[in-house]
C-alpha cells in the first residue's frame, strides 16, 4: 500500500496463518493479528490517495490526545516538497458523471446559433 503499487484494500486478513507456514500453538507468541479490528471497515475498497512530503528534520514531532494517547505525526509542518505516490481513478460513476456533465454543457459555438 505504502508504495503505491496497489489500487485496492485486501478482502480477506492479510495474514490467515503463521507467516513462515508452521503450526503454532503458542497463544502468547509473537504472531501478527490474523484478524485486524478495522479490517472490515477498509476490506475491497479503494486505497486512499498518498502523498510524501519532505519535511525538515525538527518538523518530525508527536501528537498526542491531552489524555497522552499517541495519534501520530503532527501535521501543521512548513512542507518543503509533496510528491503524489498514487492517486485512485475516479470511480466509474463519478467518470461518467463528469462525461454527462461535459456533453450537456453548451460551448461557445452553440452559444452562437440562435
Known sequence: ML???MSHY???PVLPAH???R???DSAGVCPQATPDDHA???GAP???WDAWMITRDSYRLKTSPEGELLGLDLDVHVLKKRPVRR???R???ALELLRHLLDSPTDDDSHEQ
Do not use: K, M
Open 3 to 5: 508504495n503505491g503499487a
Open 10 to 12: 485486501r478482502r480477506s
Open 19 to 21: 507467516p513462515a507456514g
Open 23 to 25: 503450526q503454532d500453538g
Open 41 to 43: 471497515i477498509r476490506a
Open 47 to 49: 486505497a486512499d490517495n
Open 88 to 90: 485512485n481513478p475516479p
Open 92 to 94: 466509474a460513476e463519478e
